[in-house]
């Protein structure tokens, strides 16, 4: 059983979900309680299922399929998004073995990448990979050791003529030109937005903009994504 924070465990646990599922399915605590104790076959009292829902506490994987069983839903569904290829592979209920033969790798390969959380796949084997573990763009490019370069070119790009980067973003992230352009101009505009905000107003409205403005160029990758997400339902299908 991988242990807390194994990386190819499933991903962190999302206390929002689980209580938006019990609330949808009109259960009670009691009664998820009661299921998870059938489920696992050792007491689990309401205030544990409660903890769970507050982010007081943290179900192991475990307890995170018990809750699932209880809640007549996948693991999946209870838990954020993958961070490593490892829980993007536990997310596609895949063994090692399984995911490197879809991958075209040695098994002894795909263990190494897994472990090292670090993606080096020639072009048929990265369109394997996204094609089969689906992992979240940013899991991705954090796989590929690109994170960094991505936020720099986001910066250059929302602060300069975002034009000149859609091919070189295109390089980075798995989509292509066609999604990332649209998306580096709404970026673009956003932060042009703030940074005319800082230089119209009273001086202590300029300097709340200026804070805003700083604070999108440092959190600019995050906004990347939430504008992927708004734009492509399916990033790997490559259809809007």
């Given at each position: 059983m991988p242990s807390p924070g194994d990386p190819s465990g499933l991903p962190p646990f999302a206390p929002v979900r689980a209580a938006d599922v019990r609330a949808a399915l009109g259960l009670t605590l009691d009664q998820v309680a009661a299921a998870v104790t059938a489920y696992r076959g050792e007491p689990t009292h309401?205030?544990?299922?409660?903890?769970?829902?507050?982010?007081?506490?943290?179900?192991?994987?475990?307890?995170?399929?018990a809750l699932a069983a209880a809640l007549w839903c996948s693991p999946v569904d209870l838990v954020a998004e993958a961070?490593?290829?490892?829980?993007?592979?536990?997310?596609?209920?895949?063994?090692?073995?399984?995911?490197?033969?879809?991958?075209?790798?040695?098994?002894?390969?795909?263990?190494?990448?897994?472990?090292?959380?670090?993606?080096?796949?020639?072009?048929a084997q990265t369109s394997a990979l996204l094609r089969t573990l689906r992992p979240p763009p940013a899991c991705f490019v954090a796989a590929c050791g690109t994170t960094g370069r991505l936020r720099i070119l986001?910066?250059?790009?929302?602060?300069?003529?975002?034009?000149?980067?859609?091919?070189?973003?295109?390089?980075?992230?798995?989509?292509?030109?066609?999604?990332?352009?649209?998306?580096?101009?709404?970026?673009?505009?956003?932060?042009?937005?703030?940074?005319?905000?800082?230089?119209?107003?009273?001086?202590?409205?300029?300097?709340?903009?200026?804070?805003?403005?700083?604070?999108?160029?440092?959190?600019?990758d995050l906004h990347l994504w939430e504008e992927v997400r708004a734009a492509i339902a399916h990033p790997y299908d490559g259809s809007p």
């Open positions: 309401p205030s544990v299922v409660h903890a769970w829902e507050a982010g007081l506490t943290a179900p192991d994987d475990t307890q995170v399929r961070t490593t290829l490892g829980q993007c592979r536990t997310v596609a209920g895949l063994s090692p073995g399984e995911t490197a033969t879809a991958l075209g790798l040695t098994q002894a390969r795909w263990e190494s990448a897994e472990r090292r959380n670090r993606w080096q796949g020639n072009p986001l910066r250059e790009a929302v602060t300069g003529w975002w034009p000149n980067y859609t091919s070189p973003i295109s390089r980075i992230v798995p989509f292509a030109p066609s999604v990332v352009g649209p998306v580096l101009e709404r970026l673009h505009l956003a932060y042009q937005q703030l940074e005319g905000a800082a230089g119209a107003s009273s001086p202590r409205a300029a300097a709340a903009a200026e804070a805003r403005a700083a604070d999108f160029l440092e959190r600019v």
